[in-house]
């Protein structure tokens, strides 16, 4: 089971927190602040699994991506893959991208609540629910038609580092 | 700036984002909150839109790490929002702020019903997700049936279906019975049909779910997940949207590998050859490639084969292929790839015998410790630890000394442990033993622990041949410079000792070893300078004929501790000098210390603790415990099994004590004659270890022999056959139901343990070789909360655990749901709701039982929820009392009896008791100094919080029987209560207990209940 996924920046700011056994806010704020500690010390050539016994109990494992200014972290127990979940996160960030055509930080800043719809059709309480990002564009499609608000927003600003697109950079 | 569907919640990010600081961003944040506090107050003024918007913004700032602590009932309402945005926020939100205790949720059942069983099927979605996120019991019995119809259901079309089917698994875990076995195991088998893979996805995470709890059930759908995996691997009928970078659904291909690894075994051969011709397919057609991205998706799929063919016990041809694999894989430039070989390695190493080919690669694996990857090092380490045997120990554990001063400062403790741990079970012989464990301290000191040192103590002093040797190297260690504290410790200890056996070598006169230890004393703690007095006393003794110079040195350092603050140093400075005047006579007392018994290392006994997990239900875990190999019980087994084992090298050797006075003989002379008394020796230094308890079962039980009358045990018996209902099962607790089907023996006396949790909070309850129950309880008026700690003792998981409680008519209890299995070495915490009724005597008992190999183990126990648990102290004054004692003027609000049979002890001993039992004792009240009055107050529902009075009177002659008074305003309360006390006077515990009496008339007519009795 998926215990968790986490959007945060190179500087430590949580865009996305979703925990799918419960935890009060104080806990969810500590355990991003962990994983951040521990993500921010790792170079780019390691691999992309951690050590997460020590921040979510024994038999936990952590894998996480980096695309230009964000992290994506999955923490999940042992009954999952762990390049399994390593291609999730692909898939999660591929589907933003198509989403929001060459998708970065501050696209996914401002349409926060459509980043929650997004996720919502690839992880499903804490089990993947849907593979295929065309799959899960055609559903969050029809959830847009019945609810204007969420089609993209466009970013206006040009300047800075979080309008550097992730895929572009990753690759 | 960016444009948003709602501009509101982009405005206000973009201020969040603007903040300089974090003290601004709280400011704004709570400014919002402030602003969304009053609009939600008037309600009638928001549009839906402006809900949502609002909502939004607290989800927002909820993630920022601010608690949102209101609002939650906005988001429950906008549920039942007619319109699909508001709907959609309402359930979004609801699963991001609320858990699935809350209290709003159940107010939600309906209308989430009525969305799932709706025509809607957006609305359909919405509602499984928000049940799939965080539906709790109350959902999964009120929804299930519906969820299972979406699932099967041909009109629904696949994204429903797949929801449907994840929804399902939540809520099955929620509470496993809403899944009907019988019913849904066909069903399941034809979903495994699905053409969808969407849906097949889902069917198959739900199936793992099953199946980790239940495969007799689902053996229908094992040759149906071979056909997947066929279809996949063959990739036909997948569609181009499900395959990802080339590859065929990595995700169903592992989840259907991952279901597969439940069934204990494939029987029917041909489906086994179908499975193995795919396994083979994927073992030998992957391939590091380029692409990041499509290698890590094959090789999820490769991995997950290997654990599915380490799982299947294949020839042994086919696991070398593995092997070989995992070999390349351990050596490319891909780091994923890299860890994910050595972890699987080490897998392997569990599973399989498959040392001597993984042991081909450990030069390999020992590169691996330097690798850049922390995570990659961690894996290495791990699997060195694992494959070390009496072969490869001495280049392992060298090669972890020399990384040791390297390593990460996080990975030092770990290290350190398994270098020593391995040094000590794999040690070709003891001398290199020495060697490690001093570079271990001398490197990494801080990481040391006390039982490491230890140990290495006990072995030197019980090999002879060893003693000079490690004198002599812990002699060389205190020539460097700086050098840890624990260094000092050991080797002052190791040559207070026997540095008369290194006399003749050069630097090893006593005055130079002295001078060389006394160098550090001022820069190390007090526990070591105890230990530096000792070795100091030692060198003198020694000293043969005696050295005026250095006697007079350390007669001034012992002369200086005896004003020491610290008592044990001050002790040993007093007595030391003391001694040390006595000449000769010093050696009886100061000789050579006792042997140490054998014993099982602590060291290995640590690593056991530390390397048994808290299992979850994952296929190679349970895997592994089936088989007994995983890496703890690895360690276990070859310490228990001294007798043929490598570790036996390094058992404490024997030497018979001839051998060693004809030694000292060869040295000294004069310390021939004190060591053949070494037996007579005062042991009055201890030897720096814990001192084993072997005894610990016959201390338990010491005092109940002591105390209890003769008979105690045939009178017991004899109150079981001849009572019925609440004694019978009273009784009944005394000694598990059935002892003889058990054949588990309790630890320690069950009766003994109920009694002494009736008088605190917090103890074991019941014990055997492989179940521990504790309580803790804590009780506040007519309400009280008990947690049953179960923990399971072995290495092995408990399964079939089931706990009942068979409430007494007076109390409402409440279990929560116990686990059907307890993983190995965990420990799960139940909580128990109790409510008290009335006063009653009657005592809930808890129907335990569970399963260990194939004895089912069933006891009763008694639980102490007892009457006294609802008493709470109080103390009144003469002028509170007396009114009070007179108005209650007799029967049934006041009882009196004369009690005969009581066990005799002090007044201050009774007045012990009472208060133990929360009944205050208040001196003064009653002029005759052989009384005791008490008072408490008693809470239930039915009689609310109600003062109680007692009086006793006991006659100085004759202890063995008193007269007793008891008054409250109810006249069950009085009865229960007086008879309450003199169960508690008459005999604890073992006495024959009077029978209670039938629970259905507690207290209708008291008086001939007591003539009964009587």
């Known amino acids: ?171 | 700036m960016a444009l948003s569907g709602m501009r509101g919640l982009s405005v206000f990010i973009s201020d969040i984002r603007n903040c300089p600081n974090k003290e601004q961003e709280r400011l704004r944040v709570d400014k919002e909150l402030g602003n969304i506090r009053t609009r939600f107050k008037n309600e009638k003024g928001l549009s839906p839109y402006e809900k949502k918007k609002y909502v939004w913004k607290m989800l927002y700032i909820y993630m920022l790490g601010y608690d949102v602590d209101f609002g939650h009932m906005e988001a429950v309402s906008l549920i039942s929002a007619p319109k699909y945005p508001e709907k959609q926020v309402g359930y979004i939100v609801t699963s991001c702020l609320l858990n699935e205790n809350h209290d709003f949720l159940r107010l939600a059942i309906n209308t989430v019903r009525n969305d799932i069983i709706g025509r809607n099927e957006t609305f359909q979605c919405l509602a499984l997700t928000m049940v799939g996120n965080i539906g709790g019991r109350e959902f999964a019995e009120s929804l299930a049936p519906d969820v299972q119809k979406l699932i099967i259901s041909s009109s629904c079309r696949p994204l429903v279906r797949k929801k449907a089917a994840l929804c399902l698994l939540r809520l099955y875990r929620k509470n496993p019975d809403v899944v009907n076995v019988d019913g849904w195991a066909d069903r399941m088998a034809q979903l495994l049909d699905e053409r969808d893979l969407g849906v097949l996805t889902s069917s198959m995470s739900l199936l793992v779910a099953l199946v980790s709890n239940n495969h007799e059930a689902y053996w229908s759908c094992l040759p149906k997940c071979v056909k997947i995996l066929e279809r996949l691997a063959r990739n036909q009928d997948v569609p181009q949207e499900y395959t990802y970078y080339g590859i065929p659904s990595p995700w169903l291909q592992v989840k259907t590998m991952r279901a597969l690894q439940y069934f204990p075994t494939v029987e029917d051969p041909n489906t086994r050859r179908s499975l193995f011709e795919v396994l083979q397919r994927i073992l030998m057609g992957t391939d590091v490639v380029k692409n990041v991205n499509k290698n890590n998706a094959s090789h999820a799929v490769l991995f997950e084969a290997l654990a599915l063919v380490m799982h299947l016990d294949a020839e042994k041809e086919m696991m070398s292929q593995c092997i070989a694999l995992l070999g390349k894989f351990i050596a490319v430039r891909e780091p994923n790839i890299r860890y994910l070989g050595l972890e699987n390695m080490t897998r392997m190493l569990m599973v399989t015998d498959v040392h001597d080919i993984i042991k081909r690669h450990q030069a390999q694996i020992i590169t691996s410790l330097k690798d850049p990857d922390i995570s990659i090092r961690r894996r290495a380490l791990d699997l060195l630890y694992g494959m070390c045997d009496v072969s490869n120990a001495k280049d392992i554990v060298e090669e972890l000394l020399q990384y040791l001063s390297t390593a990460d400062f996080a990975m030092r403790e770990e290290l350190s442990l398994k270098a020593a741990i391995l040094a000590e079970k794999f040690a070709p012989d003891l001398s290199w033993y020495v060697d490690v464990i001093l570079q271990l301290i001398d490197k990494a000191g801080d990481f040391v622990s006390d039982d490491i040192w230890f140990r290495v103590v006990q072995f030197v002093t019980n090999n002879e041949d060893l003693q000079p040797y490690a004198a002599a190297k812990a002699r060389e260690y205190l020539d460097k410079p700086a050098i840890h504290e624990t260094m000092v410790k050991v080797s002052a200890y190791l040559l207070g000792e026997y540095s008369h056996l290194l006399a003749r070598r050069p630097g090893c006169s006593p005055k130079e070893i002295f001078s060389i230890i006394h160098e550090k004393l001022p820069t190390v703690s007090m526990s070591t300078v105890a230990i530096l007095l000792s070795t100091y006393a030692k060198i003198l003794m020694h000293t043969q004929p005696a050295d005026p110079e250095l006697q007079n040195q350390i007669w001034t350092i012992f002369n200086k501790y005896e004003s020491c603050i610290e008592v044990e140093i001050q002790q040993r400075a007093v007595e030391y000098f003391a001694l040390s005047r006595k000449g000769v006579a010093l050696m009886d007392i100061l000789a050579e210390m006792p042997k140490f018994p054998e014993r099982q290392s602590s060291l290995i006994k640590k690593a056991e603790d530390v390397e048994v997990d808290t299992a979850e239900q994952s296929a190679i875990k349970l895997r592994a415990q089936q088989q007994q190999t995983s890496t703890a019980l690895v360690v276990a087994d070859q310490s228990s099994a001294n007798g043929t084992s490598p570790v036996n090298q390094l058992g404490l050797v024997k030497v018979p004590s001839m051998s060693s006075s004809v030694d000292h003989n060869s040295t000294d002379p004069g310390m021939a004659q004190p060591n053949g008394t070494l037996t007579k020796v005062d042991p009055q230094p201890q030897p720096p270890s814990p001192s084993p308890s072997p005894d610990l079962l016959g201390d338990l039980l010491g005092p109940l022999a002591i105390e209890g009358p003769p008979v105690a045990g045939e009178s017991e018996q004899n109150v079981v056959s001849g009572l019925e209902g609440v004694a019978a099962v009273d009784a009944a607790a005394i000694v598990p139901v059935t002892v003889q089907t058990n054949a588990v023996e309790p630890i320690g006396n069950i009766a003994e343990r109920f009694h002494a949790l009736c008088l605190k909070d917090s103890g074991v309850l019941y014990e055997d070789p492989y179940v521990q129950i504790g309580i803790k309880a804590e009780w506040r008026g007519h309400h009280g909360r008990l947690v049953l700690f179960l923990g399971n003792k072995n290495t092995s998981p408990l399964f079939s655990v089931q706990a009942l409680i068979l409430p007494p008519s007076h109390l409402k209890m409440e279990l929560s749901l116990v686990p059907e299995t307890i993983p190995p070495r965990a420990q799960v915490q139940c909580p128990l709701e109790v409510m008290n009724l009335r006063p009653s005597r009657d005592v809930a008992v808890l129907d335990f039982s569970y399963k260990f190999n194939t004895n089912m183990v069933n006891v009763k126990l008694r639980l102490p929820a007892v009457l006294n648990k609802f008493l709470q102290p109080i103390t009144v004054s003469a002028e509170e009392f007396f009114p009070q004692w007179r108005s209650l003027s007799g029967p049934p609000l006041k009882l009196q009896e004369v009690v005969r049979g009581v066990r005799p002890m002090p007044l201050l001993e009774m007045a012990n008791l009472f208060n133990s039992c929360h009944l205050i004792v208040c001196p003064g009240l009653d002029p005759n100094p052989n009384n005791l009055v008490a008072s408490t107050t008693f809470y239930s529902e039915s009689t609310r919080a109600m003062l109680c009075l007692t009086r006793i009177e006991t006659d100085p002659a004759d202890r063995t029987q008193l007269r007793m008074t008891v008054a409250s305003g109810d006249p069950t309360l009085t009865f229960e209560l007086k008879e309450f006390i003199k169960e508690q006077l008459v005999s604890i515990p073992t006495a024959p207990r009077p029978p209670a009496p039938a629970p259905a008339a507690p207290s209708n007519d008291p008086g001939a209940m007591l003539a009964g009795l009587l």
């Open chain 1, 1 to 171: 089971m998926i215990k968790s996924v986490m959007v945060m920046n190179t500087q430590g700011k949580p865009r996305l927190a979703k925990f799918y056994d419960f935890q009060p806010v104080e806990k969810q704020q500590e355990l991003i602040r962990s994983v951040f500690g521990v993500l921010c010390g790792r170079a780019d050539n390691v691999s992309n699994f951690v050590e997460a016994d020590s921040i979510f109990g024994p038999g936990t494992r952590l894998v996480y991506k980096h695309f230009a200014t964000l992290y994506f972290v999955f923490i999940f127990d042992s009954s999952e893959n762990e390049l399994a979940m390593l291609d999730l996160i692909q898939v999660f960030v591929e589907t933003l991208d198509k989403c929001f055509k060459n998708v970065c930080e501050l696209d996914i800043v401002y349409n926060y609540s459509k980043l929650h719809t997004i996720l919502d059709e690839i992880i499903f309480g804490g089990q993947v629910l849907e593979t295929s990002s065309i799959e899960v564009i055609k559903a969050v499609e029809e959830i847009s038609k019945c609810s204007p608000s969420l089609s993209p927003s466009t970013c206006l600003s040009f300047f800075g580092p979080s309008t550097r697109p992730l895929l572009l950079c990753y690759n």
